[in-house]
């Protein structure tokens, strides 16, 4: 029987290939210099791509079947790259795919979202973040991956177009905390989260966001989650949201008319426990693809 479920299933993988007409586009931004922590986020894009078969396209809870296809973009040559260097190369792949609904960056640390917040075009885009850290740090020391949203001010987009959701406490600085008040960034704490509910507080957000720019990025730096249900980020934390409001959270954002690009950060899968990290990014992807399925 060719439709047998013997021996396999239909899965997310099914999906992903050489779909040139596709709506949504995959991109491996694999970079990995000049993270304040040393570790191997270049193996994100790999250990993401190597879980897709291990999850069905069918959502149990809701009776949805995903067919969404992904077109398959491949990865932005980064070995050795500073994040300045690695500016254009990510800007002009996210860029080459800007006729398609959505399109997804693979990392990397979170140098990547700089250069995918430019692709949609700083005079009309809005930035959420999903980040235990402000990445508000000065760049007086040149690009690392802790300060991609304070170079965005500094290329000039407004502070006012910029949300900051799932700041963990003992995790940032005072300076940072201030910047962000004082360019006129939404911040909301991890505590916020946990008492209003992720979801809530992303669809909150967006609808300010909605009203102040034409397209809205979105970094879902993975280390906003509890270190006890994600170990695989140097950045995570005990007291991070769960791992449910994320995905939670994800099917929100993937829902989003005004949602055109998205990132997965800091991944770093030799800090795995088990495969405990792919399976959970692979997860959030089919989340992303259950909202999209929504527009």
């Known amino acids: 029987m060719t439709d047998s479920e013997a021996l396999r299933?239909?899965?997310?993988?099914?999906?992903?290939?050489?779909?040139?007409?596709?709506?949504?586009?995959?991109?491996?931004?694999?970079?990995?210099?000049?993270?304040?922590?040393?570790?191997?986020?270049?193996?994100?894009?790999?250990?993401?791509?190597?879980?897709?078969?291990?999850?069905?396209?069918?959502?149990?809870?809701?009776?949805?079947?995903?067919?969404?296809?992904?077109?398959?973009a491949g990865d932005v040559a980064l070995k050795g790259m500073s994040p300045a260097d690695a500016f254009a190369p990510v800007r002009d792949a996210a860029a080459a795919q800007g006729t398609r609904e959505l399109t997804v960056l693979i990392g990397g640390n979170n140098a990547i979202t700089r250069p995918g917040v430019h692709?949609?075009?700083?005079?009309?885009?809005?930035?959420?973040?999903?980040?235990?850290?402000?990445d508000l740090r000065d760049t007086d020391q040149g690009l690392t991956n802790g300060n991609p949203v304070q170079?965005?001010?500094?290329?000039?987009?407004?502070?006012?177009?910029?949300?900051?959701?799932?700041?963990?406490?003992?995790?940032?600085?005072?300076?940072?905390?201030?910047?962000?008040?004082?360019?006129g960034i939404s911040v909301r704490t991890a505590r916020a989260c946990r008492e209003l509910g992720m979801a809530v507080v992303v669809a909150q957000e967006l609808e300010r966001l909605s009203g102040l720019c034409d397209v809205i990025y979105v970094d879902f730096d993975i280390d906003v989650i509890d270190r006890s249900q994600w170990p695989a980020s140097p950045g995570a934390r005990p007291g991070g949201v769960s791992v449910q409001d994320f995905?939670?959270?994800?099917?929100?954002?993937?829902?989003?008319?005004?949602?055109?690009a998205v990132d997965l950060t800091e991944y770093d899968p030799s800090l795995e426990i088990g495969d405990l990290g792919s399976l959970t990014a692979g997860r959030w992807f089919c989340e992303l693809l259950a909202g999209f399925a929504g527009r």
């Open 247 to 260: 995905f939670d959270a994800t099917r929100v954002i993937g829902a989003h008319a005004k949602v055109r």
């Open 9 to 72: 299933w239909t899965s997310i993988a099914d999906l992903v290939g050489c779909h040139p007409d596709a709506p949504v586009a995959l991109i491996g931004a694999g970079l990995n210099e000049r993270s304040l922590t040393p570790g191997r986020c270049d193996l994100g894009p790999k250990a993401f791509r190597a879980v897709l078969p291990r999850f069905s396209t069918y959502d149990v809870e809701t009776g949805a079947e995903l067919s969404t296809r992904v077109h398959d």
């Open 119 to 134: 692709a949609l075009g700083l005079d009309r885009v809005g930035v959420l973040t999903l980040d235990a850290h402000f």
């Open 151 to 183: 170079a965005l001010l500094e290329d000039g987009l407004s502070g006012h177009r910029v949300s900051q959701i799932g700041l963990a406490p003992f995790a940032n600085t005072k300076r940072a905390h201030d910047k962000a008040k004082a360019a």
